[in-house]
């Protein structure tokens, strides 16, 4: 006949495999570090998220970082020009000032009433909302 094991016994044979499993594993991982060598990622961490399937960005050229360098300047100066065109007080390259004509009085009387019904409409709106 088999015998039953109390509640603290299985517990205590539970932490006991446990830890034995745990002890497996970290050697287990040892051994795996110890084959990837220092050019292992073992041996450089975890990756960052975000950074591709690598994990590395990729290297641009000498050319590459000229050819982005030269585009940056040329962007600058062209933010300088149009800033030292409108300091000279012309309009900067093809941006014209914009003009408003003035409002005769016949359209500012039109607006005017426009403005007093749409006003007037929004009051008795809001009175019958309360």
């Known amino acids: 006949m088999a015998r039953s094991l109390s509640d603290g016994q299985l ?23 110890s084959l990837l060598g220092a050019s292992g990622r073992a041996a450089r961490g975890p990756r960052k998220a975000g950074r591709g399937r690598t994990g590395r960005r990729g290297q641009l ?3 590459g970082r000229a050819a982005i360098a030269a585009a940056q300047k ?6 300088r020009q149009a800033n ?14 914009r003009k408003r004509g003035s409002m005769s009085p016949a359209a500012r009387k039109a607006a005017g009433e426009r403005m007093r019904k749409y006003w007037a409409a929004r009051r008795k709106a809001g009175t019958k909302k309360k």
């Open 74 to 79: 040329a962007r600058w100066d062209k933010v």
């Open 84 to 97: 030292a065109a409108a300091a000279a007080g012309a309009p900067a390259g093809d941006k014209k000032p």
């Open 61 to 63: 050229s000498a050319a």
């Open 11 to 33: 517990q205590e044979l539970a932490r006991a495999g446990a830890k034995v499993r745990l002890e497996q594993l970290q050697s287990e991982i040892a051994a795996l570090q």
